[in-house]
């Protein structure tokens, strides 16, 4: 299915690697024009690089910039525009998220970062991004974790910082969508990306096999599944969808597996 994708402009943050960097290689598989970026110059140069070797060197922008800082928003916008054109139609929003501790080891600065570099990436971006898309319409998706619905513990601050990005996310809807722009949220769940392996890296007794093995699906997911989703998202043909909150996680919101059988015969 064509998803009119072709020659739009499209932002995606932490595009160097595990699901940015599968959402952008499909929408470029689809015709967009696209700009990734994340912090390491040597990461992201790597990604374009290869994603241009796929699609053409005219059709991808790599830059290196850190989405805590509302500058290096303004000059990914800046770029964008001045590499593609006039518009931007598709913001997705994606980084790594906020760190995993306990409730006692947040600190007040902990807290703050957490926020500073997480919820207003999403703010500052729209902010950055929002002027450039209301004169054809467009759509914006933040990729936040699915930890929202499941709560765990050393989880508080991705279930606070996604929760208030949900919220604001859902209050964008509203005001925007008098410009055909649709505002959605994404909700992840487990992935075969790197920052997947990095978490397993800390805790041995986990690992990819048993985390799949208690999902509906039975395993965990590959990135370009997410994508699809993302890429269907943020189509022109969708434009009815806005506001939602969305999973994508192999069954993992509606339950973990576990059966309990009835008797074959009456007692």
């Given amino acids: 299915m064509d998803l009119g994708l072709t020659g739009k402009v499209a932002i995606v943050g932490g595009g160097s ?60 916008t800046a770029e964008t525009l001045a590499r593609f054109g006039a518009a931007v139609h598709v913001l997705v929003t994606n980084d790594g998220g906020p760190p995993i501790r306990r409730i006692s080891e947040l600190t007040d600065d902990v807290w703050l970062q957490a926020f500073a570099r997480h919820f207003f990436y999403v703010v500052r971006s729209v902010r950055a991004t929002l002027p450039h898309m209301t004169a054809e319409g467009g759509s914006i998706l933040n990729v936040v974790s699915g930890v929202v619905e499941r709560p765990a513990v050393g989880m508080a601050a991705p279930v606070a910082v996604w929760s208030a990005v949900i919220g604001y996310a859902k209050t964008l809807a509203l005001e925007v969508g008098k410009h055909d722009i649709t505002v959605n949220t994404l909700l992840s769940g487990y992935f075969d990306t790197p920052l997947l392996g990095r978490t397993l890296d800390r805790q041995p007794e986990l690992s990819k096999a048993r985390l799949g093995s208690g999902l509906p699906m039975g395993r965990i997911g590959e990135p370009r599944e997410f994508a699809d989703v993302a890429g269907a998202l943020v189509s022109p043909n969708l434009r009815f969808v806005t506001g939602a909150v969305i999973p994508v996680d192999g069954g993992a919101g509606i339950g973990m597996g576990a059966s309990f059988d009835s008797p074959t015969t009456s007692e």
Avoid: M, P
Avoid at 22 to 29: P, S, V
Avoid at 40 to 47: G, L, M, T, W
């Fill in 17 to 76: 690697d595990g699901l940015g960097f599968a959402i952008a290689d499909r929408l470029l598989r689809e015709g967009a024009f696209v700009t990734i970026f994340a912090r390491r110059a040597e990461k992201i140069s790597a990604a374009a690089d290869q994603l241009a070797g796929r699609y053409g060197q005219d059709r991808v922008l790599g830059l290196a910039a850190d989405c805590s800082v509302d500058a290096d928003l303004e000059r990914v």
